[in-house]
């Protein structure tokens, strides 16, 4: 099992950045930023990118494990960031894109219905839901 030595949210997505490899993923950039703010992750697979945006909590509560607190603004911010990337890439910014959400959470003791697991602390950080697609740059308003 592997073992993360990082503060919270950014074991988490170390975390999911090891599972996109898993997956034979490549990943292309963690944590890049840009005047709209930061990308977790930006994977590639064939020709499509994912920008991923990981949230990371302690235990659920009051934004369902991180999903509340990817809203319309947030939506928007990370749409940006995203074009700011593409424009990065020049020529090569004609490619099909997603934005997915990773939900990381902590535990004392790992599920049987994780996603990936590496132990964290005193307990285990857990890659419980992956939700592709979860929203588009049109959705956003951008």
């Not at 020709?47 to 949230?55: D, G």
Request: hydrophobic share 45%.
């Amino acid at each position: 099992m592997q073992v993360i030595d990082l503060p919270l949210d950014r074991a988490g997505e170390a975390l999911v950045a090891a599972w996109c490899r898993d997956r034979r993923l490549e990943v292309l950039a963690e944590r890049w930023h840009c005047r709209w703010g930061e990308l977790d992750l930006v994977t590639q697979e064939d020709s499509a990118l994912r920008f991923i945006e990981v949230k990371t909590r302690r235990q659920t509560g009051w934004d369902q494990s991180g999903l509340l607190a990817i809203g319309p603004a947030k939506q928007r911010c990370l749409s940006r960031a995203a074009a700011c990337y593409l424009a990065s890439l020049g020529n090569q910014a004609a490619v099909a894109c997603r934005f997915d959400v990773a939900l990381v959470r902590y535990r004392s003791e790992p599920s049987a219905a994780a996603v990936k697991v590496a132990a964290w602390g005193q307990g285990y950080l857990e890659l419980w839901c992956y939700l592709p697609d979860a929203f588009s740059a049109v959705e956003s308003g951008w």
